[in-house]
């Protein structure tokens, strides 16, 4: 009986979770940056961000992140997160093409 399957299966599963994982901030990073002074825009629906998000963070879905960009300091550094990180990812490269420099990926809310 040939282990091929499994050996496929666990290689493409290692390689998902390196990809999601890259470009993302460390939660202990995320942690310090907030504390001194970055900005946390939880970047899920308002209905999402009403059944639960990080504490002190902005609602700014990611849909509007270009319409609301003007409510975040370009001066501090900025955290965007999301249920999963696919909608930070966005909200991310968005920030960084109107001109945001300190933006920072934390992915999925369940990684603070």
Same mark, same amino acid.
């Given at each position: 009986?040939?282990?091929?399957?499994?050996?496929?299966?666990?290689?493409?599963?290692g390689?998902?979770? @390196?990809? !999601?994982?890259?470009?993302?901030?460390?939660?202990?990073?995320?942690?310090?940056?907030v504390?001194?002074? +970055?900005?946390?825009?939880? #970047?899920?629906s308002?209905?999402?961000?009403s059944?639960?998000?990080?504490?002190? +963070?902005?609602?700014?879905? #990611?849909?509007?992140?270009?319409?609301? +960009?003007?409510?975040?300091?370009?001066?501090?550094?900025?955290? @965007?997160?999301?249920?999963?990180?696919?909608?930070?990812? %966005?909200?991310?490269? !968005?920030?960084?093409?109107?001109?945001? !420099?300190?933006?920072?990926?934390?992915?999925?809310? %369940?990684?603070?």
């Amino acid at each position: 009986m040939s282990n091929w399957p499994l050996i496929v299966s666990a290689v493409l599963f290692g390689a998902w979770i @390196v990809m !999601t994982r890259m470009g993302k901030l460390a939660p202990a990073e995320a942690k310090r940056l907030v504390s001194e002074g +970055a900005q946390l825009v939880d #970047v899920r629906s308002p209905s999402e961000f009403s059944s639960g998000h990080i504490q002190n +963070a902005k609602n700014i879905p #990611v849909g509007d992140i270009d319409r609301r +960009a003007k409510e975040l300091s370009k001066d501090k550094d900025v955290i @965007v997160y999301c249920a999963s990180g696919m909608r930070s990812a %966005s909200a991310s490269r !968005t920030l960084k093409s109107l001109g945001f !420099t300190r933006v920072h990926d934390l992915g999925s809310m %369940s990684r603070w």
